[in-house]
C-alpha cells in the first residue's frame, strides 16, 4: 500500500507538470493584453497552438481534469514588466500556497525547501520592486498643512494610472478629513487598484476614517501600517474582519491591543506573513500560540517590548519559513526556548535578542550550529561574554560566509574592531 500511494503521487504531480506546460504554451502563443505597465496573460480554451498527435489522445484525455487547474494558475501568476514566469516558479508558487504540500515536501521529498523557498522569494522582490517604482506614491516625512497636503496627494494621484501603494508615514499634516478626501472621495473608491496603506507616525489619523478605509477597501488590502498612530484596538478588530487577503500588519506602540484582538486578527487573516506588535505590553503567550499553530507562512514576527511573551516562543519552530525574529527587552525569554526556533527554522536571517537577561552562551553556541543564512544578530546585553561570543560566532563557517557575503553585496560599514573584522572577513 505505500508503494501504491507513493507511484500514484508521482503520476499526479507528472500530469499536472504536464498540464502546466501545455497551458503555458498556450498562453505564450497568445498575445498578451498591454494595460499601462502591467501586463496580463489571457489565455483561451483553444489548443491550435500546440501540434496534436493521434497517438497522444489518451493522454490528453488523462490530464484533461488538471488542465483547468493549470490554466487557472497560470491566469494568477503575474507577468512582471513583461516577463513570463518559468514553469519552475508556476510549480513553486502552487506549491508554497499548499501547507500540507509544503511540509510533505520539507520532510519526505529530496528537493531542498531552501532553493524552493529562494525561488518564490526572488519572484516576490522582483514583483514588490515594480511596484515601487511605478505603482507607488510616496509621501514619507511631509511637514506641509492638512490643506496642501490633500492638494499635493490628488495632483500626484492624478499621473499615476494605477496605483497599489500609498505611503503617508510621518506626515504631520495627514487629518482624517485628508485621507477620507484622497481615499474614499464623495464616498466613492477612489483607488481601486491600492493594496498598500501606510500611515504609520501620523498622530493626527484616528479610528474615524481608517476603520472606514479598511471596511471600504476589504479584501483588497495587503499590507497595512499603523505603527505609532492615533489609531486604535478597533482598526485591529476592523483589518481581522474585512481584509482577509492581509499579509503585512504593523500596528506598533498600540497600548490597548491584547490577546483577543490578535486572535480575532489570526482567525481572520490566515495569509499573514508579517506581524509588527511591539510595544504590546498586553500580548502574552496565548496571542503566539495562536500565531505559531495557524500562521504557517509567518516570515517576520516582531514583539519587542512585549515583557508578558516567553515560553510560547518555542512553539515558533512550527514556522519553517520564519526568517526574522525581534525579541528585543523580553525578559523571559531563556535559551531553552531559543534552542528548537534557531534549530528548526533554517531560513532564520533576522535575530535579535538584546536586553535579554536571561539569555547566554548555549544561545550563541546554537547559532553558530544551526543558523547559516543569518545575516543580522543582536545580542547586546545578554547575559555572556561579548568577546567569548563573537569568537564562537567566528569559529562558524556559514556565519563567516554569510555575513562576508552580506557585507560585500550591500556594501555595509562594520565598526569593529581590527581583531574582530579579521575574525569575521578575512582579508
Not at 491550435?48 to 483547468?68: F, T
Not at 478588530?237 to 480575532?264: I, P, W
Not at 505559531?292 to 509567518?298: D, E, R, S, T
Not at 557585507?407 to 565598526?415: D, E, F, G
Request: contains cysteine.
Amino acid at each position: 500500500m505505500p508503494g501504491r500511494r507513493g507511484g500514484s503521487l508521482v503520476r499526479r504531480w507528472l500530469r499536472w507538470a504536464r498540464a502546466t506546460k501545455e497551458a503555458l504554451q498556450r498562453a505564450a502563443c497568445l498575445r498578451p493584453a498591454i494595460r499601462g505597465s502591467e501586463r496580463s496573460i489571457v489565455s483561451s480554451g483553444s489548443s491550435g497552438c500546440v501540434d496534436s498527435d493521434s497517438d497522444d489522445d489518451d493522454n490528453r484525455m488523462e490530464v484533461n481534469s488538471d488542465a483547468g487547474e493549470a490554466e487557472e494558475a497560470v491566469r494568477m501568476v503575474p507577468v512582471v514588466d513583461g516577463r513570463v514566469p518559468s514553469l519552475f516558479e508556476v510549480c513553486a508558487r502552487a506549491i508554497a500556497q499548499d501547507k500540507r504540500l509544503v511540509a510533505r515536501l520539507y520532510y519526505n521529498a529530496p528537493l531542498g525547501i531552501e532553493y524552493l523557498w529562494e525561488v518564490v522569494k526572488e519572484a516576490q522582490e522582483r514583483q514588490e520592486e515594480f511596484t515601487r517604482t511605478n505603482c507607488t506614491l510616496n509621501m514619507r516625512g511631509c511637514r506641509d498643512s492638512h490643506s496642501v497636503l490633500g492638494r499635493t496627494v490628488g495632483r500626484r494621484m492624478s499621473k499615476c494610472d494605477r496605483l497599489v501603494s500609498l505611503i503617508l508615514d510621518d506626515c504631520t499634516g495627514l487629518t482624517d478629513n485628508v485621507l477620507h478626501g484622497v481615499a474614499i472621495p464623495r464616498g466613492k473608491v477612489g483607488l481601486p487598484h491600492l493594496e498598500r496603506l501606510s500611515v504609520a507616525g501620523c498622530p493626527l489619523m484616528t479610528d474615524n476614517s481608517l476603520e472606514h478605509v479598511i471596511r471600504i477597501y476589504g479584501p483588497r488590502l495587503k499590507v497595512v501600517r499603523l505603527s505609532n498612530s492615533g489609531a486604535t484596538q478597533r482598526c485591529v478588530k476592523a483589518l481581522a474582519r474585512y481584509s482577509t487577503n492581509l499579509e503585512v500588519a504593523a500596528f506598533s506602540h498600540q497600548l490597548h491591543v491584547r490577546d483577543k484582538h490578535m486572535l480575532q486578527l489570526v482567525m481572520g487573516c490566515p495569509r499573514l506573513k508579517q506581524i509588527e506588535a511591539s510595544y504590546c505590553s498586553l500580548i502574552t503567550d496565548v496571542s503566539v500560540m495562536a500565531i505559531a499553530k495557524n500562521l504557517w507562512a509567518l516570515e517576520t514576527l516582531d514583539l519587542s517590548y512585549c515583557d508578558q511573551v516567553g515560553p510560547s516562543i518555542e512553539s515558533l519552530q512550527q514556522c519553517k519559513f520564519l526568517q526574522g525574529l525581534r525579541l528585543q527587552n523580553c525578559p523571559r525569554v531563556t535559551d531553552s526556548i531559543l534552542k528548537p526556533v534557531l534549530q528548526w527554522c533554517s531560513l532564520l536571517e533576522v535575530l535579535c535578542v538584546r536586553s535579554c537577561p536571561l539569555v547566554g552562551m548555549a544561545t550563541i553556541d546554537n547559532i553558530s550550529s544551526h543558523c547559516g543564512s543569518l545575516r543580522a544578530l543582536d545580542i547586546m546585553g545578554v547575559s555572556a561574554d561579548g568577546n567569548k561570543a563573537l569568537a564562537v560566532l567566528a569559529k562558524s563557517d556559514a556565519v563567516r560566509h554569510t555575513l562576508k557575503e552580506f557585507c560585500s553585496t550591500q556594501r555595509v560599514v562594520l565598526r569593529m574592531t581590527s581583531y574582530i573584522w579579521e575574525l569575521f572577513v578575512p582579508q
